[in-house]
């Protein structure tokens, strides 16, 4: 366990501005208690794709020390979303430098990793911002980018030249949705957060307080999101954390049928998404199959301090594969007292156990279908 200043130190890095892209979710390799420590890790029969996980810079021994953390569970491979936090609290900016670590691993990890662009804000208020964009995603594509993430903050923080926030529907982003769409890239987009978010009695950190005067309203934020949807039926919209509607299944349900070109991913969101009950779960999963994707918001180490220290890596690796275990068993079985291994948490669930056809579509074969590139994984019976 870290004492108190060295888990400072560790805050006061970049991973803290990442952090804010979770669902408050403690990323600090603490040690688990004996417990939970000895449980037998779950490992996985199927092939896997996290579409959803993170990470800074990358570090040469980044990606090989993410897959082996996922190898003790069975994932195979996985996509790292870039962002750009500005306007939030702990604002870490994209820039050329980050992107430029990824082409040399995206060709030592061919099979392995898919890296997603996403847009750059700072030149938001420059009047050739929304030309930018479009340029940008071009040089993004022809480095070899399968995707494109947006953050929360476009909606909710980024402002433009006139100091407005920026819709997500801004008729200026026309020309950036049509290009994704022709250049066959999907947008993983997060937009909103969840709905109690903005009722600020239950929200203890004030980073998830959104009951502002100048904050958009929930619903307001849906709209804008749904508004590019239906304008821009040509791109594929997969809405990161169940599109925000993870307490709201039948909204999900609605959202999905209104238009067929948004797809969702369930990561930092079992403790809502499973609310109802396992049949519910499955119910969903099961009429949604082909619109459901598995991804899970973990970071892919990449600070100096953690790569480079055994005890750390090793506290590290124990607390990621653990969280991979608890969502391949919760997916996959029945069992009970599913507790959640992040320390502090009293989340505990109840299998959904997907059938294997629903499972090879949600943990692979969508993956596979939305994002240019991606070399097909055996099914559990091949
Ligand atoms: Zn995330």
Not at 3 to 12: A, E, K, P, Q
Not at 88 to 100: H, R, T
Not at 326 to 342: C, G, I, M, Q, V
């Amino acid at each position: 366990m870290y004492n108190n200043i060295t888990r400072r130190r560790f805050m006061g890095d970049s991973l803290l501005a990442a952090k804010t892209a979770c669902l408050g979710s403690a990323f600090l390799p603490e040690f688990l208690n004996a417990q939970e420590q000895s449980r037998p890790l779950y490992k996985s029969r199927y092939h896997i794709i996290d579409a959803h996980t993170h990470c800074g810079a990358p570090h040469d021994d980044s990606v090989p020390a993410q897959l082996d953390i996922m190898s003790q569970t069975g994932v195979n491979k996985f996509v790292v979303l870039l962002f750009d936090t500005l306007g939030w609290k702990y604002a870490g900016g994209w820039s050329k430098d980050k992107m430029s670590g990824w082409p040399k691993l995206l060709k030592r990890f061919p099979e392995e990793l898919i890296v997603f662009g996403t847009m750059d804000f700072n030149r938001a208020t420059w009047p050739t911002f929304f030309q930018d964009i479009v340029q940008k995603l071009e040089w993004q594509a022809e480095l070899g980018v399968q995707g494109i993430k947006l953050w929360k903050n476009l909606g909710m923080h980024v402002r433009d030249g006139n100091g407005k926030l920026l819709k997500i529907d801004d008729p200026r982003f026309d020309p950036y949705w049509a290009k994704c769409g022709e250049l066959g890239l999907p947008v993983l987009i997060h937009s909103a957060d969840p709905r109690r978010y903005w009722t600020a009695e239950e929200i203890k950190d004030r980073m998830y307080r959104y009951r502002q005067s100048w904050m958009p309203s929930w619903e307001e934020l849906i709209r804008q999101r749904d508004a590019i949807l239906k304008r821009h039926p040509g791109t594929t919209f997969i809405g990161a954390h169940f599109g925000s509607m993870s307490s709201d299944l039948p909204m999900v349900a609605k959202t999905l049928d209104a238009y067929p070109n948004f797809y969702v991913d369930v990561a930092s969101r079992l403790r809502f998404m499973a609310a109802p009950s396992p049949e519910t779960v499955r119910e969903f999963f099961t009429k949604y199959q082909d619109r459901v994707l598995f991804g899970t918001d973990t970071f892919v180490p990449y600070i100096d301090s953690i790569l480079n220290s055994s005890e750390r890596m090793a506290q590290w690796k124990d607390r990621k594969s653990r969280n991979y275990a608890w969502y391949l068993e919760y997916f996959e079985t029945d069992h009970k007292n599913l507790a959640e291994p992040r320390p502090g948490s009293e989340l505990v669930l109840s299998g959904a156990k997907l059938p294997p056809e629903v499972l090879e579509k949600f943990y692979h074969i969508n993956a596979e279908k939305l994002i240019p590139g991606i070399k097909k994984g055996r099914r559990v019976e091949e």
